[in-house]
């Protein structure tokens, strides 16, 4: 076995591969740049050595620091992780030459299978279903759409060296192809300084569905079940969950030996996921192979009880794999979600800053992978992740459930993050009928996400909640000495509920007896109880038999209240307040209409319009580049440009003022 493994990575994948590492009684290291001094993977390794600046270019890109760190720190084999050097043929020879041994695969395997159009011809020859499609490089749009027009539309533009959604495109007719190639060139350029792109039939209505493999160095191969990643959000993965809803046994099983055909063509070992997307008559086509460990990789874990991790350390150690194809049964059902600091609200832009509280849920079936803690820091470097929330029960419904509680009781503060988003999708009945497709984001939120759209739940519960904790207020009051009259201890009082500003407003009775608040709204008795204690930010109680879990944050006078994804405000008041409140004057808001503002921070690289332009509804305005995405922004109304404060090449914080319109 090694002596002791290094980790080339950062955030919640470092820490997860320590915690197994750690676990087999293996000595740790881990590499850090600027940004990540006080991270929690540097925290976790056993030693840990600085390897530069914070851009990633800089420090965790770069090989030749890789190899110094273990040298300096003695590590005889070196995880990559997801990301960053673990599909890179480079660092792999550069550790073969350095007598350092790479857990993950051999260097043929990740370089046939890193590019899209290689790998698509060693599936053909290996007997693997692929995408229809033209197998050549296209060289400018012009042949785009001579090639799309032979496949027939609609056809995806994709970069052969792509990743992570990056660098694709759908194209319905030829205007769209001409667009979209040229896109995806320079979308590929920026990220993977490699601009090939191919053309593939477009699958309608697909499901992603994925194979993890696991290989040891004797020929032996595994398939471990699939990963069910339909639900994306620019191609990119959101939600995943083991098993499929969709697949049966059979279709499971051509998939997976399929895949292991395709490892064995390529002498692979290792843990590697083979990527398909499957039709509604599960017809399945081979996308690409990963050859590292994915993110989504929990899930598996979940329902296999392997640890995958381990399993990967012990065949790049030189082991047999300790288990055979029989070996593996399915058991369970298995959710992940991807938490992200980013706002829902506001077209999910990335959202940076540090975790000013934070604490993530606990309980049974519940797993969180994370990389950062409460006062930890997300940093414009690094991909936005805060971390991935994982809920295992034992069949799909129980996974739900156990998701949206694990959910309800994720408290993070200080940046903006998906939980609203999240809470919605998994809680949304199309998810829970199990009948969705890659489309299903943009098919239920056509024009993206917003406060409308949260999860709603019975209105009574925080109506019945802000009162428990009014009336815990008060009567800690009345503990003190020398109230003035009217602030006395009263068993039973009379409250009004103003929520949301006066949307609505309720009035109450609140009663504490045996250890229970009776609380009546609308003729009907809640009986509540908690423990919970004034200044906790999770209000955990038990409403009428149903446990409910919310988030409160007091601001004020006025409660915020957080629970399946909504935000609620509430200030409970006497009713003599609540009657001379509506005599206060509101605050009008600025009128903003008349300017495009960056929705994001992120780099300005077009500027499609100048001053006295006439603009038409859906025109494109400017594109900003943010997290290697090209964001386009269009006109949603008419108008005449006045002003053009921005320029090209201006790096744009939020809300920074792009254009202004008469
Ligand atoms: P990346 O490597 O960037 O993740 P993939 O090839 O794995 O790119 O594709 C990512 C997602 O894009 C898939 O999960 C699927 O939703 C969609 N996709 C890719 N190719 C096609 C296709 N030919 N037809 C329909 N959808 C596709």
Same mark, same amino acid.
């Given at each position: 076995?090694?002596?002791?493994?290094?980790?080339?990575?950062?955030?919640?994948?470092?820490?997860?591969?320590?915690?197994?590492?750690?676990?087999?009684?293996?000595?740790?290291?881990?590499?850090?740049?600027?940004?990540?001094?006080?991270?929690?993977?540097?925290?976790?390794?056993?030693?840990?050595?600085?390897?530069?600046?914070?851009?990633?270019?800089?420090?965790?890109?770069?090989?030749?620091?890789?190899?110094?760190?273990?040298?300096?720190?003695?590590?005889?084999?070196?995880?990559?992780?997801?990301?960053?050097?673990?599909?890179?043929?480079?660092?792999?020879?550069? !550790?073969?030459?350095?007598?350092?041994?790479?857990?993950?695969?051999?260097?043929?395997?990740?370089?046939?299978?890193?590019?899209?159009?290689? *790998?698509?011809?060693?599936?053909?020859?290996?007997?693997?279903?692929?995408?229809?499609?033209?197998?050549?490089?296209?060289?400018?749009?012009?042949?785009?759409?001579?090639?799309?027009?032979?496949?027939?539309?609609?056809?995806?533009?994709?970069?052969?060296?792509?990743?992570?959604?990056?660098?694709?495109?759908?194209?319905?007719?030829?205007?769209?192809?001409?667009?979209?190639?040229?896109?995806?060139?320079?979308?590929?350029?920026?990220?993977?300084?490699?601009?090939?792109?191919?053309?593939?039939?477009?699958?309608?209505?697909?499901?992603?569905?994925?194979?993890?493999?696991?290989?040891?160095?004797?020929?032996?191969?595994?398939?471990?079940?699939?990963?069910?990643?339909?639900?994306?959000?620019?191609?990119?993965?959101?939600?995943?969950?083991?098993?499929?809803?969709? !697949?049966?046994?059979?279709?499971?099983?051509?998939?997976?030996?399929?895949?292991?055909?395709?490892?064995?063509?390529?002498?692979?070992?290792?843990?590697?996921?083979?990527?398909?997307?499957?039709?509604?008559?599960?017809?399945?086509?081979?996308?690409?192979?990963?050859?590292?460990?994915?993110?989504?990789?929990?899930?598996?874990?979940?329902?296999?009880?392997?640890?995958?991790?381990?399993?990967?350390?012990?065949?790049?150690?030189?082991?047999?794999?300790?288990?055979?194809?029989?070996?593996?049964?399915?058991?369970?059902?298995?959710?992940?979600?991807?938490?992200?600091?980013?706002?829902?609200?506001?077209?999910?832009?990335?959202?940076?800053?540090?975790?000013?509280?934070?604490? *993530?849920?606990?309980?049974?079936?519940?797993?969180?992978?994370?990389?950062?803690?409460?006062?930890?820091?997300?940093?414009?470097?690094?991909?936005?992740?805060?971390?991935?929330?994982?809920?295992?029960?034992?069949?799909?419904?129980?996974?739900?459930?156990?998701?949206?509680?694990?959910?309800?009781?994720?408290?993070?503060?200080?940046?903006?993050?998906?939980?609203?988003?999240?809470?919605?999708?998994?809680?949304?009945?199309?998810?829970?009928?199990?009948?969705?497709?890659?489309?299903?984001?943009?098919?239920?939120?056509?024009?993206?996400?917003?406060?409308? !759209?949260?999860?709603?739940?019975?209105?009574?519960?925080?109506?019945?909640?802000?009162?428990?904790?009014?009336?815990?207020?008060?009567?800690?009051?009345?503990?003190?000495?020398?109230?003035?009259?009217?602030?006395?201890?009263?068993?039973?009082?009379? !409250?009004?509920?103003?929520?949301?500003?006066?949307?609505?407003?309720?009035?109450?009775?609140?009663?504490?007896?045996?250890?229970?608040?009776?609380?009546?709204?609308?003729?009907?008795?809640?009986?509540?109880?908690?423990?919970?204690?004034?200044?906790?930010?999770?209000?955990?109680?038990?409403?009428?038999?149903?446990?409910?879990?919310?988030?409160?944050?007091?601001?004020?006078?006025?409660?915020?209240?957080?629970?399946?994804?909504?935000?609620?405000?509430?200030?409970?008041?006497?009713?003599?307040?609540?009657?001379? *409140?509506?005599?206060?004057?509101?605050?009008?808001?600025?009128?903003?209409?008349?300017?495009?503002?960056?929705?994001?921070?992120?780099?300005?690289?077009?500027?499609?319009?100048?001053?006295?332009?006439?603009?038409?509804?859906?025109?494109?305005?400017?594109?900003?580049?943010?997290?290697?995405?090209?964001?386009?922004?269009?006109?949603?109304?008419?108008?005449?440009?006045?002003?053009?404060?921005?320029?090209?090449?201006?790096?744009?914080?939020?809300?920074?003022?792009?254009?202004?319109?008469?």
């Amino acid at each position: 076995m090694f002596k002791k493994i290094l980790v080339a990575n950062r955030g919640e994948i470092a820490c997860r591969v320590f915690r197994t590492a750690k676990a087999m009684g293996i000595p740790t290291v881990a590499v850090y740049s600027d940004a990540d001094r006080d991270a929690l993977h540097v925290m976790m390794a056993d030693e840990s050595v600085y390897i530069g600046p914070s851009p990633s270019v800089e420090s965790y890109l770069v090989i030749e620091k890789i190899i110094d760190a273990c040298k300096a720190s003695g590590a005889d084999a070196v995880h990559p992780g997801y990301g960053f050097l673990s599909e890179n043929k480079k660092f792999c020879q550069a !550790l073969g030459s350095a007598g350092i041994s790479f857990i993950g695969p051999g260097v043929k395997a990740i370089d046939s299978m890193g590019d899209k159009i290689t *790998s698509k011809a060693i599936a053909i020859k290996a007997g693997v279903n692929v995408v229809p499609g033209y197998d050549g490089i296209v060289q400018n749009s012009d042949e785009a759409v001579e090639v799309a027009k032979g496949i027939g539309f609609p056809v995806m533009l994709k970069a052969s060296a792509g990743g992570g959604g990056k660098g694709m495109r759908v194209a319905w007719n030829e205007k769209e192809c001409i667009e979209g190639f040229e896109r995806a060139t320079s979308e590929a350029l920026s990220s993977f300084g490699d601009g090939r792109i191919f053309v593939e039939k477009y699958i309608k209505d697909p499901r992603h569905i994925e194979i993890q493999i696991m290989a040891d160095g004797f020929g032996n191969i595994v398939y471990l079940g699939e990963r069910e990643c339909s639900i994306q959000r620019r191609h990119q993965k959101v939600i995943e969950e083991a098993p499929s809803p969709f !697949l049966t046994e059979a279709v499971r099983k051509k998939m997976g030996e399929q895949s292991v055909l395709l490892a064995k063509a390529v002498d692979y070992q290792s843990a590697g996921t083979v990527e398909f997307i499957v039709d509604s008559d599960m017809n399945f086509y081979f996308l690409e192979m990963n050859t590292r460990l994915q993110v989504e990789h929990p899930v598996t874990e979940a329902v296999t009880g392997f640890d995958l991790v381990e399993l990967m350390i012990r065949v790049a150690a030189g082991e047999k794999l300790p288990l055979s194809q029989g070996d593996i049964r399915l058991q369970g059902w298995a959710i992940e979600a991807r938490v992200y600091a980013e706002d829902p609200f506001l077209n999910f832009m990335p959202s940076m800053g540090r975790l000013g509280r934070y604490i *993530s849920p606990q309980g049974e079936g519940v797993r969180v992978d994370t990389g950062i803690t409460e006062g930890g820091e997300v940093s414009r470097f690094y991909d936005p992740m805060i971390s991935k929330l994982i809920a295992y029960g034992s069949d799909r419904n129980e996974a739900i459930e156990r998701m949206i509680d694990a959910l309800d009781a994720y408290y993070i503060r200080g940046v903006q993050h998906n939980i609203s988003f999240l809470s919605a999708l998994v809680a949304h009945p199309r998810f829970s009928s199990g009948e969705f497709t890659t489309n299903f984001i943009n098919d239920e939120y056509p024009n993206g996400f917003n406060p409308g !759209l949260v999860f709603q739940d019975d209105p009574a519960i925080c109506v019945v909640a802000a009162t428990v904790i009014h009336k815990k207020h008060n009567d800690r009051g009345a503990m003190i000495s020398g109230q003035l009259s009217g602030h006395e201890y009263v068993p039973l009082e009379e !409250l009004v509920v103003i929520m949301d500003n006066g949307v609505t407003a309720h009035q109450v009775t609140v009663e504490y007896s045996n250890q229970t608040y009776s609380v009546t709204l609308d003729d009907t008795v809640y009986c509540i109880a908690t423990d919970w204690h004034i200044g906790e930010a999770l209000f955990k109680a038990k409403i009428n038999g149903r446990t409910i879990c919310l988030q409160v944050d007091e601001v004020g006078r006025a409660l915020h209240l957080f629970h399946r994804g909504a935000k609620k405000e509430a200030l409970v008041v006497s009713p003599r307040v609540a009657e001379l *409140s509506c005599h206060m004057l509101t605050k009008e808001p600025p009128d903003m209409s008349k300017h495009l503002l960056s929705p994001m921070p992120g780099l300005l690289i077009k500027l499609t319009v100048k001053v006295g332009d006439i603009v038409k509804i859906g025109q494109e305005l400017a594109i900003v580049e943010a997290m290697k995405m090209e964001n386009s922004l269009h006109a949603i109304s008419e108008g005449v440009v006045k002003k053009t404060p921005a320029n090209v090449g201006d790096i744009l914080a939020v809300g920074q003022l792009i254009i202004e319109f008469k």
